[in-house]
């Protein structure tokens, strides 16, 4: 997830051109396109809901050939071989439509997805990158998750333009 200090993933109108950054920290790596290259080379599938989807559709499809999986409960039809539809218990597909045949699944959002996902003890790690702005309003990643979940900080990493990729492995109880 991307995401501004004060913890918002898109404004309210789910707009998300605020998520980019012109700030200067010298001590941050650069992110350049091999960077970014490599990073997604390392994702086997993607997770999404449907508003997430239909944004991606409508701003320009950024996953390529890459299996995406679309949780919506209406029967939505797509023109992208890589895109398949999904209903119903997260659990059971998670653990045994997905895990046996990828290996990092990647949960794109948004936040009503993402909650059910930490909620239901789906998700084994959280990986963060904070934008330097304070959107003041917007849709919130973490509200009323419900449960505590105790994390550990596994990688930090500052970008010379001040964004912070922060990585958490979830503890399981
Ligand atoms: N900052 C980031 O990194 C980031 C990443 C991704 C998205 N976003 C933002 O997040 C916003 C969208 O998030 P959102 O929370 O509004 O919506 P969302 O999570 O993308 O999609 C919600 C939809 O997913 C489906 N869904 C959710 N749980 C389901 C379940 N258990 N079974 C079947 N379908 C299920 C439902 O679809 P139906 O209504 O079709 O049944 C639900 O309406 C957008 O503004 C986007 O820009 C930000």
């Known amino acids: 997830m991307v995401s501004s200090l004060d913890g918002f993933i ?13 700030d200067t920290y ?10 970014v290259a490599n990073f997604l080379k390392s994702i086997d599938c993607y997770v999404m809901g449907s508003r997430t989807y239909e944004q991606a559709i ?13 949780f919506s ?9 890589s895109v398949r539809f999904l209903s119903g218990d997260l659990t059971q597909i ?3 439509q ?3 045949s990828y290996r990092n699944i990647w949960m794109v959002g948004g936040t ?16 963060i990158t904070i934008i330097p702005t304070l959107l003041g309003d917007g849709k919130p990643f973490f509200d009323d998750i419900g449960k505590e979940l105790a994390l550990h ?4 990493t500052p970008f010379k333009d001040g964004m912070v990729e922060l990585v958490y492995g979830i503890k399981k109880d």
């Open 73 to 81: 409960n209406r029967a939505l039809k797509s023109d992208k071989k």
């Open 58 to 70: 409508e701003l320009g499809w950024p996953y390529g050939e890459v299996p995406v999986f679309v």
């Open 98 to 100: 997905l895990k046996p």
């Open 112 to 127: 009503l997805l993402t909650k059910e996902f930490l909620r239901l003890g789906l998700a084994d790690e959280i990986n």
């Open 10 to 22: 898109a404004k309210k109108d789910g707009s998300v051109s605020w998520m980019h950054s012109k």
């Open 153 to 156: 900080l596994k990688d930090v």
């Open 94 to 96: 998670v653990n045994h």
């Open 26 to 35: 010298q001590k941050g790596i650069e992110l350049s396109d091999e960077y």
